[in-house]
């Protein structure tokens, strides 16, 4: 049965989804999570670190959402602030000191928009993170793995690859702000879900994307364990495909690739 862009939406925000702590248990070894950004603080709602994948050391940046309102309290609902981005990238400029290539895992309504996100800096953050990443001298593998809103998400989305899960969605806003916007009213979101575009298979017919993570019916939450087989063997083929670029030719294809976007 064919699911609407709207039904996407409320898969894809289910509390019950895997989330990016449950994929890097169970994809990567040895996590050692890291720690602040170095200026202000630890944002809980990007979690960052090194592990090993499949033998290869490896640095691992994800979006973290909670399972029940104490944790997202916690997490701040994947609202990350601007430390949580220059923690990301101090994660990433250290990975490619070392040569580790990066796995991203994005889950976020968008970045947080309060007072004290724009104070320390939301805009720059996040833009310094988008410069930034399309010079690094390391291969960048991202996965969308149920929200991704706008700028918070592409903070972490400019990578080498790109794969979306099959109910995941990736858009500028979410289907209510596109609605109270356009239409001026907040109750044509389902309207505005369609009209926008944002599934993992629109986005890859518009070649924004590189693939689509299959999940089981009904969801990833149905066999979490079957959809991070299906993200390590994709993960494990890029990964040594573009290990073995030279950089130059990996840099150059990475600026064609959102050039041509």
Same mark, same amino acid.
């Given at each position: !049965?064919?699911?609407?862009?709207?039904?996407?939406? /409320?898969?894809?925000? !289910? *509390?019950?989804?895997?989330?990016?702590?449950?994929?890097?248990?169970?994809?990567?070894?040895?996590?050692?999570?890291?720690?602040?950004?170095?200026?202000?603080?630890?944002?809980?709602?990007?979690?960052?670190?090194?592990?090993?994948?499949?033998?290869?050391?490896?640095?691992?940046?994800?979006?973290?959402?909670?399972?029940?309102? /104490?944790?997202?309290?916690?997490?701040?609902?994947? !609202?990350?602030?601007?430390?949580?981005?220059?923690?990301?990238?101090?994660?990433?400029? &250290?990975?490619?000191?070392?040569?580790?290539?990066?796995?991203?895992?994005?889950?976020?309504?968008?970045?947080?928009?309060?007072?004290?996100?724009?104070?320390?800096? &939301?805009?720059?953050?996040?833009?310094?993170?988008?410069?930034?990443?399309?010079?690094?001298?390391?291969?960048? =593998?991202?996965?969308?793995?149920?929200?991704?809103?706008?700028?918070?998400?592409?903070?972490?989305?400019?990578?080498?690859?790109?794969? !979306?899960?099959?109910?995941?969605?990736?858009?500028?806003? *979410?289907?209510?702000?596109?609605?109270?916007?356009?239409?001026?009213?907040? *109750? /044509?979101?389902?309207?505005?879900?369609?009209?926008?575009?944002?599934?993992?298979?629109? =986005?890859?017919?518009?070649?924004?994307?590189?693939?689509?993570?299959?999940?089981?019916?009904?969801?990833?939450?149905?066999?979490?364990?079957?959809?991070?087989?299906?993200?390590?063997?994709?993960?494990?083929?890029?990964?040594?495909?573009?290990?073995?670029?030279?950089?130059?030719?990996?840099?150059?294809?990475?600026? &064609? /690739?959102?050039?041509?976007?």
């Amino acid at each position: !049965m064919e699911i609407t862009a709207w039904e996407k939406v /409320k898969l894809a925000r !289910m *509390s019950v989804r895997p989330t990016g702590l449950d994929y890097i248990n169970q994809i990567l070894d040895n996590f050692i999570e890291f720690h602040g950004d170095r200026y202000y603080g630890d944002d809980h709602a990007i979690v960052g670190g090194i592990a090993s994948f499949g033998g290869v050391p490896v640095t691992v940046i994800a979006q973290q959402k909670g399972r029940n309102t /104490k944790e997202n309290i916690v997490r701040n609902f994947s !609202m990350p602030h601007p430390e949580g981005y220059r923690k990301a990238l101090r994660l990433m400029k &250290q990975a490619e000191k070392f040569h580790r290539p990066i796995i991203c895992f994005i889950d976020t309504p968008g970045a947080f928009c309060g007072i004290g996100a724009e104070e320390r800096g &939301q805009g720059e953050a996040i833009a310094s993170n988008l410069a930034e990443m399309i010079l690094l001298r390391t291969p960048i =593998l991202t996965v969308v793995i149920s929200e991704g809103g706008s700028g918070g998400a592409l903070a972490l989305g400019v990578a080498d690859r790109v794969y !979306m899960l099959e109910h995941a969605i990736y858009a500028i806003l *979410s289907p209510e702000g596109f609605a109270s916007i356009l239409y001026k009213d907040a *109750s /044509k979101a389902e309207q505005a879900a369609e009209d926008m575009k944002l599934t993992a298979q629109d =986005l890859l017919n518009f070649g924004i994307i590189d693939g689509i993570v299959a999940e089981p019916q009904g969801g990833a939450h149905n066999d979490p364990q079957q959809v991070a087989e299906n993200i390590k063997i994709i993960l494990e083929n890029d990964l040594k495909e573009l290990l073995e670029l030279p950089v130059d030719q990996l840099l150059r294809q990475r600026y &064609q /690739k959102f050039r041509k976007i």
